[in-house]
């Protein structure tokens, strides 16, 4: 999820700006006896926390089949980080002479704000993200090969796109490529992953291998097609994976024109 080392440290400053604010303001007054510093520290370890959890979660549920709206899957990571940041803080108030024992109803008031926390960073950070992820750096702005390079029907081993994939995928045949939200979802002969990248950029990297852009949401290569079929004018796009990639009129047009159809 975080492979990109750039995104890595923006996420991280990000965090810290976020901590300083609430070292600041002390929402809900925590730990507001403790020197700045230490609030700091305090408050930087759970945002971190909240956010590992959040992430992988929202992770694995865009690398999974449910079709999950994004303020879905942003709630679900939000709730699942909860238990884990209030025994943290539980832990911590603990070890600094604090305890939060209290009644039943006063612990689940303090889970509902932390779960009320919780979210607000995961919006924040999905929101930063997808920002970052189309605002690269003018030193490494992705370009695609030069015009001159031989359209290939693969992508060969050493192709640069290869290199973001994770193994296995890496070693793999590249069928497609698919956008959702600010995420690239890869379809390869070794199952999927994904990408934080544009589907723009992915379709940079790949315009020397032999594909059409089937869809707004949809690149497809060639060599990953296992069928064709029309339906009621429709054009669907079996892939050897088994997946169905849909075509829009200019895909249809584009397959048309290069005699895929």
């Known amino acids: 999820m975080f492979a990109d080392r750039r995104k890595i440290g923006l996420l991280i400053s990000a965090a810290v700006a976020i901590s300083a604010f609430f070292a600041i303001t002390s929402p809900y007054n925590a730990v507001y006896y403790l020197p700045f510093a230490a609030r700091f520290i305090y408050w930087l370890g759970l945002i971190l926390i909240s956010i590992a959890i959040e992430r992988s979660v929202v992770g694995a549920l865009l690398r999974s089949r449910f079709d999950l709206r994004l303020p879905l899957r942003l709630v679900i990571g ?94 793999a045949e590249i069928y497609a490529v698919s956008a959702e939200d600010h995420y690239i ?44 079929t029309k339906n009621d004018g429709k054009i669907s796009i079996a892939l050897k994976s088994g997946t169905i990639a849909p075509a829009s009129r200019s895909g249809a047009k584009e397959m048309k024109d290069k005699n895929w159809v």
């Open 78 to 171: 939000s709730t699942v980080a909860t238990p884990a940041v209030w025994v943290t803080i539980f832990s911590v108030q603990m070890l600094i002479g604090h305890s939060i024992a209290g009644p039943i109803l006063g612990h689940a008031y303090l889970m509902v704000q932390i779960w009320v926390i919780c979210l607000a960073l995961a919006v924040l950070t999905e929101f930063f993200l997808r920002f970052i992820s189309t605002q690269p750096p003018a030193s490494s702005n992705i370009e695609g090969p030069p015009a001159s390079a031989v359209v290939e029907k693969t992508a060969p081993a050493n192709h640069p796109f290869r290199a973001l994939l994770p193994l296995p995928h890496r070693n």
């Open 185 to 228: 979802r890869v379809h390869t002969s070794a199952g999927e992953t994904m990408l934080l990248m544009r589907l723009s950029n992915a379709e940079k990297l790949l315009q020397d291998v032999e594909g059409v852009k089937t869809h707004r949401s949809w690149w497809v290569a060639q060599h990953g097609v296992n069928a064709i």
